[in-house]
Every structure is written in C-alpha cells, then in structure tokens.
C-alpha cells in the first residue's frame, strides 16, 4: 500500500535488480562491440541482446520510478534530489563536448598552425596555414560543408524547437493540457525533421563532398562532433515522447512535474550545444 510523502520523510526505495539488469547489459554490449571489431562470429548478436537488455532495463527501472511518484511518494526533499542529479548529468553532457570543442580549437589555433611554420617547413613542406584541411600529407581531395542550406535549416528548426517546448510548459504550468500535448507533438516532430535532415546531409557529404571520417582531421572531428549531437537528438526525441505519452496517460500537475522539466532542461542544453557547432564547424 502507497502513503503519499510527507515533508519529513524521506523515501527509500526497497532494494531493486535493475542495476544487476543493467550491469549485465553494459557487459553485453562492451563483449559484442569488442567481438563485432575484433570480426569475431556472432558478436553482433551478443551487441544486440546487450541492446535489448538495457531497453528492458530502462523500461522497467523508469517505470518504477514513475509508479513510485504517481503514487505520491516523493517529497519536495527527494524532488530537489531529482534536480540536483539531472543538473550534475546536464553538466558532465557540456564536459562532453567541451572536450570535442576543445579539440578542435586545438587543431585549428594551435597544430595547424605550427605544422605550418618555417621551423616545420622541412617536414611538411608546402603545407598551408588554412581551414578547412585534412592535416598535413593529406592527398584525397574535399569540399566543405557550407553553413547556409540544410544546417541554417536545422538551426531554426531547433530554436522553433525550444520555443513550442516552453511553450507547452507554460500550457503545463496554467493546466492547459491541449496546448500542452500540441507543444510537446510540435517538439517531437521538429526533433525528427531535424534528423531526417542530418541523415540527408550526411548522404550528400559522403556521395557529392568526399567527406568521410577518413577524410584527415576535419572530416573526423566534423562527423565526431555532429554526430554526436545528432545522437543526443535522438535521446531528447526518445524522452520528449516519453513524456507526451505520460501526459496523455494524465501524469503531471501544475505544481509537481520534474520529469517534464528534466527533459526540457536536457532539450535545450541540445539546442545550445548546436548553435555552437552551427557557428565553429559550418560557419566559420
């Protein structure tokens, strides 16, 4: 039987086989991504079933949780844990990808240039100060991804984004749950328009520019950083319809809805992150 949280008591949850489930899901995929490198038989079955266990362990374990808060478990004390813990998540994701922007004003400030200079003329004799390059000794030739066409595209579509995000909650906060299902159904729709142009891009890179992960430094740290971000995308689409879901099911009030707002501070840490590469990788 449920009892719904008071101020002071603080739920502890019974203990759980979820962390077991997914332990057993990190070891699936770890051994199937190092037999499928390694053209060891069968190892892409054993990455799929690591797959398959850790969808069962997400859906389970968050199951719970929501279980567990629908049945008004949690106080404002364990809601100020929640955000701490996805504040903490948020910021090892700009950690992340700090280290690949860090890279590349590594590459294009600091090795470009010096690979450049007189002092190493006699090693890489030729070689120009300029970008974009695919490093020294570098022979296949490339074109640039320009900003102006489907990037400029998918920066508005993800600044449209963020804006029918907040204002779904703002429909949230005023208990105006058809303005909310529209914005969430908006979001997720600009999200895979998004992606479908990614891969869209992609293609034309690979067929029309030459640009490849062995395309030198560039075309590994563009496809790194990119698809990187495209990966989170897909993560904020998968959770952002996760939640419309549970709105539709009537989860959330106006005074208590932290799953919501953890999704929403996740979208529009992608949205951020985007302008960036938008404006180092295509732009400048």
């Known amino acids: 039987m449920s009892h719904p949280a008071s101020a002071s008591r603080y739920f502890v949850p019974q ?20 037999l499928m490198m390694n053209s060891v038989a069968n190892g892409g079955f054993v990455l799929t079933g690591g797959f398959v266990v850790l969808a ?14 629908e049945g008004q478990r949690y106080n404002l004390q364990v809601d100020r844990s929640f955000r701490w813990a996805m504040g903490w998540f948020i910021f090892s994701e700009v950690m992340f990808f700090v280290a690949f922007f860090g890279a590349l004003f590594y590459i294009r400030v600091l090795a470009i240039p010096d690979l450049a200079s007189p002092e190493q003329a006699a090693l890489w004799e030729g070689f120009q100060d300029a970008w974009p390059s695919a490093g020294p000794g570098a022979s296949d030739p490339f074109s640039q991804m320009h900003a102006w066409g489907i990037p400029a595209v998918n920066t508005l579509l993800l600044l449209t984004s963020g804006a029918t995000l907040t204002w779904a909650h703002w429909g949230l906060i005023a208990e105006k749950r058809t303005q909310l299902i529209i914005g969430l159904l908006l979001t997720i729709v600009l999200g895979v328009i998004f992606l479908s142009f990614q891969v ?12 490849k992960m062995t395309t030198g430094v560039y075309g590994s ?4 950083l990119t698809g990187f971000h495209g990966f989170h995308v ?12 549970r709105v539709l099911k009537g989860h959330f009030t106006a005074e208590r809805h932290f799953a919501f707002e953890g999704v929403a501070w996740y979208w ?17």
Do not use: C, K, Q
């Open 234 to 245: 897909t993560l904020g689409v998968t959770m952002l319809t996760v939640i419309l879901f």
């Open 221 to 224: 740290t563009f496809y790194m």
């Open 200 to 211: 869209y891009e992609y293609g034309v890179a690979y067929a029309d520019l030459n640009l």
């Open 15 to 34: 203990p759980s086989h979820w962390p077991l489930v997914g332990s057993i899901a990190l070891l699936l995929l770890a051994t199937g991504a190092v």
């Open 56 to 69: 069962i362990m997400l859906f389970g374990w968050f199951g719970r949780v929501i279980g567990e808060s």
């Open 268 to 284: 529009h840490f992608v949205d951020v992150v985007w302008l960036g590469l938008f404006i180092v990788i295509y732009w400048l």
